[in-house]
């Protein structure tokens, strides 16, 4: 069974890093673009970074560029997230997701389209405190 496992999430200071993980199993994520999205309380929920299949390429929200970084592993078959110089308004579930960019000339896509990844992780709660 193919699934998504987020974890590296917990409470942290304004200011704090974490690194946030995407391990998945029952498959490898080679030639899967990779996204993380959140989803606060009430809100909808908004793509933060994603990665390539190739790695090359990567795409972030305006409101984490500079502070995010996304990665992967494909020994480890996992993607992160590195989230630097958090703020209050990072607080939110964080989901990572796949997208199957295995064909013709797709190492290179990403986007965040929620719509255009179709296996989900449960997700990883992430809370900064001011």
């Known amino acids: 069974q193919s699934q998504l496992v987020e974890s590296g999430g917990g409470l942290v200071q304004s200011g704090g890093s974490l690194k946030l993980s995407c391990a998945a199993s029952?498959?490898?994520?080679?030639?899967?673009?990779v996204g993380w999205f959140r989803q606060a309380p009430g809100k909808e929920r908004e793509g933060v970074s994603s990665?390539?299949?190739?790695?090359?390429?990567?795409k972030y929200a305006d409101s984490v560029k500079g502070r995010f970084t996304i990665s992967r592993d494909y020994v480890k078959n996992t993607v992160y997230l590195q989230m630097n110089s958090l703020k209050p308004v990072d607080t939110a579930v964080y989901y990572c997701?796949?997208?199957?960019?295995?064909?013709?000339?797709?190492?290179?896509?990403?986007?965040?389209?929620?719509?255009?990844?179709?296996?989900w992780g449960l997700g990883t709660q992430v809370t900064v405190s001011s």
């Open positions: 029952g498959f490898t994520m080679d030639w899967y673009a």
């Open positions: 997701a796949t997208r199957w960019s295995g064909s013709n000339h797709e190492e290179q896509w990403v986007d965040l389209i929620r719509d255009e990844f179709n296996l």
């Open positions: 990665i390539s299949s190739s790695g090359g390429n990567t």
